[in-house]
């Protein structure tokens, strides 16, 4: 019989890039606050994210893409395909390789075809000139870091100035520009400021 070898399928490409990108630079990825997310945590969070209200789905701070890859096999393909071909699939991240690789891996995963329709979009998620579309919901695993100053660029919230927590500021933004949305909150956030 012939052996079938599927040890390069999607999501083992996209943990291959992950493992390559915190090999590369793995003090920037910490003091940046990116962490990956394990497996069992993104099955429980896309189960939760299926049942939420909204049109639009967005991957905030989506790296190379295991929430959204994951999401997406929850729904199963056909589903996942009409996502994408319609438009309605949004992608953020402020790194370039890591974005690059998860829009690569959703087009080896659903076809090349489809690759007008992904909004990936490279920014700064919390710029003020970063707005998330109108009726949509959030799956993220926000940065985790302290930050010193609040860039001029970023909304001057009560949360951001008492916290300096990125994650706290990811978290505001993300709560109040969308319809629903399932965040990965660390356990220190509970007793946090």
Not at 27 to 38: F, V
Not at 87 to 105: M, N, Q, W
Request: glycine fraction near 6%; charge should be negative.
């Amino acid at each position: 019989g012939e052996i079938k070898n599927d040890f390069i399928s999607w999501n083992h490409f996209a943990e291959l890039c992950e493992i390559g990108l915190a090999l590369r630079d793995k003090q920037a990825k910490k003091e940046s606050g990116q962490y990956y997310t394990p497996d069992d945590v993104a099955m429980v969070m896309s189960d939760w994210f299926e049942s939420l209200a909204g049109d639009n789905v967005c991957d905030v701070a989506c790296g190379t893409g295991k929430l959204i890859l994951t999401y997406l096999d929850t729904i199963g393909e056909r589903k996942a395909i009409e996502l994408i071909r319609s438009g309605k699939l949004y992608l953020y991240d402020s790194d370039e390789t890591a974005l690059s690789i998860c829009k690569t891996v959703l087009l080896l995963k659903y076809g090349k075809q489809l690759e007008p329709y992904i909004h990936a979009i490279h920014c700064d998620f919390l710029s003020k000139t970063i707005n998330l579309p109108d009726n949509c919901k959030v799956i993220s695993n926000p940065p985790y870091a302290t930050v010193n100053v609040i860039n001029s660029d970023w909304s001057k919230t009560n949360v951001a100035t008492h916290t300096k927590e990125l994650y706290s500021m990811f978290m505001e933004k993300i709560i109040k520009q969308s319809t629903s949305s399932v965040i990965i909150t660390p356990y220190s956030f509970i007793g946090g400021s």
